[in-house]
């Protein structure tokens, strides 16, 4: 996957309408992209507060010196419905180090940690992966039981989910994925940008 093709790609899930500044909220005709040779493709300027920012400002993914494309193949190993994905699995396939691995999933996997949707967004084995990694204090496990409880008596009333909009479908994955494993993959990208 080419990074050109990545940054288009998270910036169609991120922005649908356009770039919105992540400092000020601003968007519009007050959001330039900065061109030339001497700037980075996907770097944007903002009219009403003067900061630059990319599609990756405010997500688990500002700073990361990892290309995009080791985080499109960590996020859509991650959603498969086969058994959990190990740290391992993703660090052979990605040729990183375990230790970078496993910062990438727990970053991930962070973001997806507060989700308040309904869990098959990210498919049916989603609770393998995120039930080892919550919060060890009382609240978060408490808020987890009461959640379940209500989805269990059928009261649980959980907000909107994106609608996948095939920004992820020209890039080619590896093992090839399905085209619900890629929409899972969007969807759970798009949250995680936007949380």
Not at 1 to 16: F, G, K, Q, S, V
Not at 19 to 29: L, T, Y
């Amino acid at each position: 996957m080419r990074t050109e093709d990545c940054r288009a790609a998270l910036e169609r899930i991120r922005w649908p309408d356009g770039p919105v500044c992540p400092h000020c909220g601003a968007s519009g005709r007050a959001v330039t992209e900065i061109g030339g040779t001497s700037h980075r493709p996907g770097l944007y300027l903002c009219s009403e507060c003067r900061k630059q920012f990319t599609v990756t400002v405010g997500t688990p993914l500002e700073g990361s010196k990892l290309p995009l494309a080791a985080w499109l193949q960590a996020a859509h190993m991650l959603n498969t419905l086969r058994n959990p994905v190990t740290v391992r699995e993703i660090e052979r396939e990605l040729g990183v180090t375990y230790k970078t691995a496993w910062h990438m999933v727990q970053k991930l996997l962070k973001a997806v940690e507060n989700y308040r949707g309904p869990l098959p967004l990210f498919g049916e084995t989603v609770q393998a992966h995120i039930e080892p990694f919550l919060p060890k204090h009382r609240n978060s496990r408490a808020s987890w039981a009461r959640r379940k409880a209500k989805k269990a008596a059928g009261t649980y009333k959980a907000p909107r989910v994106p609608v996948a909009t095939g920004a992820l479908s020209e890039l080619q994955f590896t093992p090839p994925a399905t085209n619900a494993h890629v929409e899972r993959t969007e969807r759970f990208l798009h949250w995680v940008l936007s949380h």
